[in-house]
């Protein structure tokens, strides 16, 4: 049963009220909605809680899709907690300072991709470090030069928003697709878009900040050879 994914409309959402809908056989809860982001596009799975009527906390350790279409989400319980039952109802909770913390690296990730306008052929989301991987065929980076560059974005206060377009207008304009390993996810009719004013444009399942500026301060911290074409470029929290 498809999933409420309510924080591909809103990141900011901390909780939520839910229904569970189903149960998986390894145990992951399935709600009707929920502010849960699952583990996708190098963004880890949130983490936090589900609160049943009762008051008893379930820790949540995970969150991941059950399907290819990424339309169902299993919320993976903590190690021996107590079992939920179809109909249940319970509130939803994420760690929202990990959660924060990831949506303003995601964003980040995404101006690095700006300043370096190369195919991405991978990445990954953490709460201080992010990274991307770049197909570029000559080294040559400079940290403090990419560094200055993205600050300067991320001084600009542009804002960042959302919107969908069709598999089809996808499909027309493949240019919009920077990453080489992880394909945005299709299948349901629509794709998301993250529009970041003026800066840049592409689709993506992430959570992301309101404003660049919310980012912070950032610093490249190494730049790796990960092959002939291959260049790791890592992005810190200043």
Known sequence: MPTECLFRDDSYLKECEARVVAVTEQGGIVLDRTVFYANSGGQPGDTGALITADGTRIAIDNAIYTDAAKSEIAHVPAPASRALKLGDTVSAAIDWDKRYARMRMHTALHLLSAVLPYAVTGGSVGESE????????????????????????????????????????????????????????????????????????????????????????????????????NRRVRLALA
Do not use: Y
Not at 143 to 155: G, Q
């Open 130 to 229: 992010s990274r991307l991987d770049f197909d570029i065929p000559e080294a040559g980076l400079d940290k403090d030069a990419i560094t200055a560059k993205v600050n300067e974005m991320i001084a600009s206060d542009a804002a960042v928003s959302s919107r969908w377009i069709s598999d089809a207008e996808l499909a027309a304009n493949p240019g919009l697709v920077k990453t080489m390993s992880v394909q945005p996810p299709m299948g349901t009719g629509r794709v998301r878009l993250i529009a970041i004013a003026n800066l840049d444009l592409q689709p993506c399942g992430g959570t992301h900040v309101r404003s660049v500026k919310e980012i912070g301060a950032v610093r490249v911290t190494q730049i790796e050879k990960k092959g002939k074409q």
